[in-house]
Structure formats: C-alpha cells, structure tokens
C-alpha cells in the first residue's frame, strides 16, 4: 500500500474506461475515496459502482467544484487522464485542432486554475498529469495530438516547477502504446509504432504508484523512453532523421 494515497480524496478525469479507469480501479485498491468523471455518464457509474466509488460525469474541465463537494469539501489528488487523440497534419480542421488544444492541455489549466487555491493554501495538494510519450517525443500522423500532449507536458512540468516548495507534488504520465479504445482509433500508425510494444491500462496505473512511492515528477510506464528522449535532445538531427525514416515506412505501408 501507498501510505500516499490511504483515505485520500481522488479525482480521476476520462475514468469510463482504458487508463483512467485503471486509475481509479488502483487508487480504490489503495483505499482512497475515488470520484470517476467521464463524459459518457453510463460508463462512470458502472467504474464507480465497480469500485465503491461517487460518479460526477460531464466535461472535466467543469467538474472541480462538485467532485469536492462529493468528496466531502477537499481533494487531495486530481488525474488529469481525460484525453482526446485527433489525427491529422497542419492540413487538419481547426476545429479538430481547438478541440485538441481544449481536452488535452486547457483542461488541465482550468483543473489547477479551481485547485491550486485551496492546495496552497493547505500547503499540500497532487496533480497527476496523463501525458503520453509523444508530449517528450511526438507521433507520426499525428500534429493535434503530439503538439498538445507537448503542451500538457509542459504545463505540468511549469507546475512542478513553481509550487514543489509549497508542497505540490505533480507527476507526469509518458506511455507509449496503452490497449485502449484510443489506441484502435490511432489506425495505421498505430499498429506500426505503438501496438508492438503495447501495454495494458493497469500497467500504467502500476508505474504511477512506483512513481508517488518514489516522489518522482515523470512516470516512463514504457522505460526505453527514457533512451528515446535522450537521443532527441543529445542528437536532434540524428533524432529527426530516424523519426522520419519511420514516416517513409509508414508513407510506404499506406
């Protein structure tokens, strides 16, 4: 058990299914007082009945103020995990791009903007952000996606930075390929870059707690990341070029 996590009041965004139901499913295991919101009310009350747990659907960006009032008035963890994975390239709608910029990086800032009061003002608070691999890397056929997780990413580092002395903790979830109803929706790409080395949601719930056991800020539920990152920021143009044969194989395979 996370002593973390015991009786904590959680908040898991996205939680009807894939990652963030196994985020939920984990942190009730641990004993904390889970609320699941989903845009699809069905499948939240079904996560939440399954784990014992208060289901407040709607969009997560509004849904801070009554998961605390639930929650019995506090909330001591929020996951961000609500995401959209829009394809596409500059040529993309700007309708799929807004939509993009709005789920994966603004509701995360509206998220703080309703929690961060009340954290600093208790001196203590946990931001969990479920970022994905492309936010430190990027993802063939992919711009709305890859350039906002990059965003989410770094609104999550910007928070670290400026409040860990005031006791917010913030964590970072970069996976890679994950079986979810989103990865079959990556469609061709994604069976060629994500599906071979594809995990299962619980896996990332399980690097998140290893993660808060060990107080650190970027969780790698894939570890080879952690080489993959180094190699773009040591060697871009080598970094780029490989990245760009694998668009040609992809270009190639279509």
Same mark, same amino acid.
């Given at each position: +058990?996370?002593?973390?996590?015991?009786?904590?009041?959680?908040?898991?965004?996205? $939680?009807?299914?894939?990652?963030?139901?196994?985020?939920?499913?984990?942190?009730?295991?641990? @004993?904390?007082?889970?609320?699941?919101?989903?845009?699809?009310?069905?499948? !939240?009350?079904?996560?939440?009945?399954?784990?014992?747990?208060?289901?407040? /659907?709607?969009?997560?960006?509004?849904?801070?103020?009554? !998961?605390?009032?639930?929650?019995?008035?506090?909330?001591?963890?929020?996951? $961000?995990?609500?995401?959209? !994975?829009?394809? @596409?390239?500059?040529?993309?709608?700007?309708?799929?791009?807004?939509? !993009?910029?709005?789920?994966?990086? +603004?509701?995360?800032?509206?998220?703080?903007?309703?929690?961060?009061?009340?954290?600093?003002?208790?001196?203590?608070?946990?931001?969990?952000?479920?970022?994905?691999? $492309?936010?430190?890397?990027? +993802?063939?056929?992919?711009?709305?996606?890859?350039?906002?997780?990059?965003?989410?990413?770094?609104? $999550?580092?910007?928070?670290?930075?400026?409040?860990?002395?005031?006791?917010?903790?913030?964590?970072?979830?970069?996976?890679?390929?994950?079986?979810?109803? &989103?990865?079959?929706?990556?469609?061709?790409?994604?069976?060629?870059?994500?599906?071979?080395?594809?995990?299962?949601?619980?896996?990332?719930?399980?690097?998140?707690?290893?993660?808060?056991?060990?107080?650190?800020?970027?969780?790698?539920?894939? /570890?080879?990341?952690?080489?993959?990152?180094? +190699?773009?920021?040591?060697?871009?143009?080598?970094?780029?070029?490989? &990245?760009?044969?694998?668009?040609?194989?992809?270009?190639?395979?279509?």
């Amino acid at each position: +058990m996370v002593e973390a996590v015991q009786d904590a009041a959680v908040v898991v965004t996205g $939680a009807g299914g894939g990652i963030g139901a196994a985020l939920a499913r984990r942190f009730a295991a641990e @004993g904390a007082r889970v609320v699941v919101n989903d845009l699809d009310a069905g499948r !939240a009350e079904a996560v939440a009945a399954e784990i014992g747990g208060i289901a407040v /659907p709607g969009d997560a960006s509004t849904i801070v103020d009554r !998961a605390r009032e639930a929650l019995g008035g506090a909330v001591d963890v929020y996951c $961000a995990n609500a995401g959209v !994975a829009s394809g @596409g390239s500059e040529a993309a709608d700007e309708a799929v791009w807004a939509q !993009a910029w709005d789920v994966n990086v +603004m509701a995360h800032v509206r998220a703080a903007h309703a929690l961060l009061p009340h954290w600093l003002e208790r001196g203590r608070g946990r931001f969990v952000s479920t970022v994905s691999a $492309a936010g430190l890397l990027t +993802m063939i056929g992919a711009a709305p996606y890859s350039v906002t997780k990059h965003g989410a990413y770094a609104f $999550a580092e910007w928070l670290s930075l400026t409040y860990r002395h005031r006791g917010i903790q913030v964590h970072a979830i970069c996976p890679q390929g994950v079986r979810t109803d &989103m990865l079959d929706a990556t469609g061709s790409a994604g069976d060629l870059v994500l599906k071979p080395t594809a995990i299962e949601p619980r896996d990332v719930a399980d690097a998140l707690f290893k993660g808060i056991a060990e107080d650190r800020f970027l969780i790698l539920p894939h /570890p080879e990341v952690a080489g993959y990152y180094q +190699m773009r920021a040591g060697d871009p143009d080598r970094w780029l070029t490989n &990245m760009n044969h694998l668009q040609q194989k992809w270009e190639t395979a279509e």
